[in-house]
């Protein structure tokens, strides 16, 4: 079965593309078929990570051709089981992508069959992101532990939990709900999406009921990337510990990524990094990262998270 696993984060920056791409080359390298998808769109830039130049194919094509679906797309790379779709070239931004092209993206995706299909997906968090995060229940994101980053982080987390919201209650019920809980708190802000659930659960037990159990149903996974010596080895843990006491979605921390000036070089060297460095801490991080997510998918009785 494939599993699609969107990588996003509130934060620019954090290594969302690097990680895609070596995690990519990683779970290709056992023996797996994946396909990374650069969803980036405007600020692409996943083919350089992966040491290639001008994709001259990819998500533009199908997006004003007439393919029908987007394996069509699909460039291989240099490393056997792994293709890009790519979207340089894209005309489109991502805010300015019309409805019908995001739906359009959104089912051809949803209609890939490989072992893992990664999409690098741009920072922020305007619905078009949330819209490609929320593809999957298993949305990964990248967080640095610095507190700007941190902070984007929950921003980005309370954003993907309301539109899920959102999507599961419908825009008429969810805009009754908004103006139901801003009029109780006195504020135009909605400031934790938790108060918005507890209004559905009194107004309407079983819309509340509906929403409870979808939300339920998320997995979301992060990792702490640029991982320093100096950096808190419990942060991850304690992220994933208040995470999972304030909402009804499950958090796994997969582990920290560190910091490593070859990344750098790696990118101008026009080298992958797996390939260039592929025993480094930070590879071996990677690894480590890769092993969980092979793990989760491919043993049931590790699906469910368990929240600690
Ligand atoms: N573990 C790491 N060690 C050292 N440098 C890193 C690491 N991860 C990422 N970087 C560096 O950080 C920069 C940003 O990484 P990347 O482009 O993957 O971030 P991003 O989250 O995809 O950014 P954007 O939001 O702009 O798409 C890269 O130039 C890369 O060199
Ligand atoms: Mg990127």
């Given at each position: ?32 078929r994946v396909v990374l998808v650069d ?66 993206i959104i089912r051809a995706i949803n ?20 819209d490609f995060f929320l593809i999957s ?172």
């Open positions: 079965m494939t599993q699609t696993c969107p990588i996003g984060g509130g934060k620019g920056g954090s290594g969302k593309s690097f990680i895609t791409s070596n995690l990519g080359v990683l779970l290709a390298k056992q023996g797996k969803l980036d769109l405007g600020g692409s830039n996943l083919h350089t990570f992966l040491s290639l130049k001008n994709p001259k194919l990819g998500l533009h094509d199908f997006l004003i051709k007439d393919y029908k679906t987007l394996d069509e797309v699909a460039i291989p790379t240099s490393i056997p089981n792994l293709s890009l779709i790519s979207s340089t070239n894209c005309s489109h931004e991502i805010g300015n992508l019309f409805h019908s092209q995001k739906l359009k209609k890939l069959s490989y072992d893992y299909v990664l999409l690098d997906l741009g920072a922020g968090t305007i619905f078009n992101i949330l229940n298993k949305g990964l994101f990248i967080i640095t532990p610095e507190p700007t980053s941190i902070e984007n982080t929950f921003q980005f987390i309370k954003a993907v939990y309301l539109r899920k919201i959102k999507q599961v209650l419908k825009q008429k019920a969810f805009n009754s709900f908004v103006k139901k809980l801003q009029a109780k708190t006195k504020n135009t802000l909605i400031r934790s999406p938790m108060e918005l659930v507890e209004i559905v659960q009194k107004q309407d037990p079983k819309k509340g009921k509906l929403l409870q159990t979808e939300l339920e149903k998320l997995q979301f996974r992060f990792i702490m990337n640029q991982f320093r010596k100096e950096t808190d080895v419990t942060m991850g843990n304690k992220i994933e510990k208040l995470c999972n006491k304030h909402f009804f979605a499950k958090f796994q921390f997969l582990g920290n990524i560190r910091y490593d000036e070859r990344v750098h070089d790696s990118i101008y060297s026009r080298n992958i990094y797996m390939n260039r460095y592929p025993y480094s801490i930070t590879a071996v991080d990677l690894q480590n990262v890769a092993g969980k997510i092979t793990e989760t998918h491919e043993d049931p009785a590790l699906k469910t998270v368990k929240s600690s």
